[in-house]
């Protein structure tokens, strides 16, 4: 009886140690068969690179065709809002999430030894490259991860640069703009553009107020023109009477967010895409 | 009848005949410094200038469509928050009615949310104040059954406390439902209220209701000074209490209604302003009408200018500061009323 519970004590504490060292290394499989991705970056690279049938969820974002470039391959994918009992439930044998987003279903999902991958924001396109490359390689399919950075590769190097380094505003609902540092500046960058938010005032959440933008002397603001059909204030913001006389004096350009919500090789099309706006605005100067 | 009445209720003290076109100067010259206040430094004047003179440079823009837009509508919204505030504590003879403590101002947040985030408001631009004076009415209609059947003063506010969160849970049941994903964010505007990035439009979609509603419930200001007499020496003075009732009713929700629809649920202005115009006009509500829209507007553009000054960014939304203000003052008010009971 003692014996017994001797034993019973050691296998505890042989379980706990265990699962600590679960928690602090869970070993990623060489051959994932149940993917769930818990963050909107994730699903685009997931659904881009892994099989279809190595795919057990992605987020319900994946599906927004406003916030996603891959809604299209996220349909008939099943979806969860990145709660950690829907994803215990689809027993994963990886989960990919987003180093900024539900970070307590994150922190109980490692907890329990799940393999995990987490996914910062790369500020650059050397970022971009390194993490298309770490998801391709979770996922089992390194060749994959390669071609699709050769799509970036590609897409930025038939880029022709902006002929003058223009002065680009960028403004998303609510006057959420692309701070300096981030993906997007570099994306504005390498269109051979300013990005002005550099140098006005931005709030601490980075939302500039609609006068600091009005007077930013931008030769380009770059907002989501194509707009979701459904109305919210932050949304109604893009079409304040200020914006609209920018809009008619030809100083917008309507780039849809979706391109580059997320790292991936669709950025380089936002790059392709500024630096047209550039010449024409050029040409119209 | 009424005549031997009327040296008591013409007669005024001397500080209550200035106090009108000085309260109106202070808004005059609060509306300017409104509009001299803001995110961006350039020549106002010059910029006035440029839009007098139709010349559609940015500066003119700015001016035009943020500054001075924002400042009207501080001192619209500001005025009918204030006037409906004093009708509401002359008629109910309730010195804690406000429209926002009342729930008349969260009963206005759900109807021009249900009517905005369905869409409708896009179809028809007027949909929206109209949603605001549907919601607002109900609430208002609401109160007023309360009150005629004889519910105390307590009772009506904690009928308005009841009314305000039952409204405030559906406003936000409303913006989850709502397809927009920013949509559901969005309930601290419509709670706190907020004049940021609003455009003229919103001006001429609530200037001509308000007036209305402020026409409504300015006439009834003989009827107020009679009614705190009591409803049968009201009466029997020759006033018509129904259509005092639904002059009342349909100017608050008019007035309100289309405020809050512009500028989300701004609290406890109309429940303090009364109070701070009372010690110069005395206790005859119907002098202290007019002082308390202008106050009211007053508060408002000391609060929208205030907000813009501190260095809190995401702004401030009005309401924390009127209710920064008006909450101790509630609470200094109840204190002040139970050593008098």
């Not at chain 1, 689809?90 to 900024?100: C, E, N, R």
């Not at chain 1, 970036?152 to 880029?159: C, F, I, K, M, Y």
């Amino acid at each position: 009886m003692r014996n017994l519970a001797l034993l019973s004590a050691a296998t505890l504490a042989a379980c706990l140690a265990a699962g600590i060292v679960a928690a602090a290394e869970a070993p990623l499989p060489a051959h994932p068969v149940r993917v769930v991705s818990m963050n909107l970056c994730a699903d685009e690279l997931v659904l881009r690179l892994a099989d279809r049938d190595q795919i057990a969820a992605v987020t319900w974002l994946a599906r927004d065709p406003r916030g996603s470039s891959v809604f299209a391959e996220a349909a008939g994918v099943p979806l969860t809002r990145g709660l950690s009992e829907e994803v215990i439930a689809l027993k994963p044998d990886l989960v990919i999430a987003g180093a900024f987003t539900t970070r307590s279903a994150v922190g109980m999902l490692k907890r329990i030894g799940m393999p995990m991958l987490e996914l910062g924001l790369p500020g650059d396109f050397e970022g971009v490259r390194a993490q298309i490359r770490t998801v391709a390689k979770a996922l089992g399919h390194p060749d994959r991860g390669e071609a699709l950075v050769a799509d970036l590769d590609r897409g930025l190097e038939t880029v022709a640069a902006a002929p003058r380094p223009l002065r680009a505003l960028v403004m998303r609902p609510n006057g959420f703009t692309v701070a300096p540092g981030s993906l997007g500046d570099a994306v504005i960058r390498a269109a051979g553009l300013v990005n002005v938010a550099a140098e006005i005032g931005r709030d601490r959440s980075g939302q500039v107020p609609l006068e600091a933008a009005a007077f930013a002397e931008a030769d380009l603001i770059v907002l989501d023109d194509s707009g979701s059909g459904t109305p919210s204030l932050a949304d109604a913001l893009l079409h304040h009477p200020v914006l609209e006389q920018l809009r008619r004096e030809g100083r917008t350009v309507s780039i849809p967010n979706r391109l580059w919500n997320c790292p991936g090789s669709q950025v380089a099309e936002v790059v392709k895409r500024l630096a047209k706006a550039a010449r024409e605005r050029t040409v119209l100067q | 009848m009424s005549a031997p009445l009327r040296p008591a209720i013409v007669e005024r003290s001397r500080p209550g005949r200035l106090l009108v076109p000085a309260l109106a100067i202070l808004v005059g010259m609060l509306v300017l410094a409104s509009i001299a206040c803001g995110y961006a430094a350039f020549d106002v004047s010059a910029a006035f200038a440029d839009w007098l003179a139709g010349r559609n440079t940015l500066p003119a823009l700015v001016l035009s469509e943020l500054r001075i837009p924002r400042a009207l509508l501080g001192a619209l919204v500001g005025f009918s928050l204030g006037l409906t505030g004093a009708v509401m504590q002359g008629y109910l003879r309730n010195p804690l009615a406000d429209p926002g403590i009342l729930g008349i101002s969260s009963a206005a947040a759900l109807g021009a949310v249900i009517v905005f985030y369905s869409g409708m408001a896009g179809a028809l631009s007027l949909a929206l104040p109209l949603g605001g004076i549907a919601g607002a009415a109900g609430a208002a209609l609401a109160i007023n059954l309360l009150a005629m059947r004889g519910t105390g003063t307590l009772g009506l506010i904690l009928a308005g406390v009841g009314l305000s969160s039952l409204a405030g849970a559906l406003t936000a049941l409303a913006l989850n439902f709502a397809p927009n994903p920013y949509a559901a964010l969005e309930i601290v505007f419509w709670l706190m209220g907020s004049l940021t990035d609003r455009s003229m439009d919103h001006v001429w979609l609530c200037l001509p209701l308000m007036l209305v509603g402020w026409l409504l419930m300015l006439s009834t200001g003989r009827a107020l000074d009679a009614l705190s007499l009591g409803e049968d020496t009201a009466a029997s003075l020759g006033f018509d209490l129904v259509s005092v009732r639904l002059r009342i009713v349909t100017g608050a929700a008019l007035a309100v209604g289309s405020g809050v629809a512009v500028s989300g649920a701004i609290g406890f202005v109309g429940l303090v302003v009364p109070h701070l115009v009372r010690p110069l006009v005395g206790a005859r509500p119907s002098a202290s009408l007019l002082p308390s829209g202008f106050a009211g507007a007053a508060l408002v553009l000391v609060a929208d200018i205030a907000v813009r000054l501190l260095p809190t960014r995401p702004e401030l939304k009005l309401g924390v500061v009127t209710a920064l203000v008006g909450a101790p003052f509630l609470i200094g008010l109840l204190f002040h009323h139970r050593g008098r009971g």
